[in-house]
């Protein structure tokens, strides 16, 4: 695991763990439309179908109370043509390593793989969603 690179955490004010949002995590997060008056950048209106995505595939994930332990090699079909990934074929990560890849990071091959080892395998992963 030591190729792979997970979300980082800091200490919020109030002593809870919260994601680390650098500024090289932020800018993906970052509204794209800016007003034209001010030059400032404005909130979008609407959310991307791919954060209903992966939000939809950790829960049809975490539906069957998987083991979140579980060890899981990373399969060369989960990183092929995968746009988004911080992780490699053979990477040894865990099934709680994979959701926040995938929640976190948006990593689509941390996507595949938990559909992969799910209890219903890719094919029955595809039809519970």
């Known amino acids: 695991m030591a190729d792979t690179v997970l979300p980082r955490y800091k200490v919020d004010a109030s002593g809870g763990l919260v ?5 090289r995590r932020r800018d993906h997060l970052r509204p794209r439309h800016q ?13 991307s179908i791919a954060s209903i995505t992966k939000v939809m ?12 332990s579980q060890p899981v090699t990373i399969a060369r079909s989960d990183v092929y043509q995968a746009s988004t990934t911080h992780l490699r074929a053979n990477d040894k990560v865990t099934t709680d390593d994979l959701l926040h890849l995938l929640l976190i990071a948006s990593d689509n091959a941390a996507a ?6 799910s209890a219903c395998g890719s094919e029955g992963f595809v039809a519970a969603g």
């Open 19 to 23: 994601p680390d949002r650098s500024r």
């Open 35 to 47: 007003s034209k008056s001010s030059g400032k950048r404005t909130p979008r209106s609407q959310r």
């Open 57 to 68: 595939t950790a829960t049809v994930f975490l539906e069957n109370d998987p083991d979140l």
């Open 112 to 117: 595949r793989a938990l559909a992969r080892v």
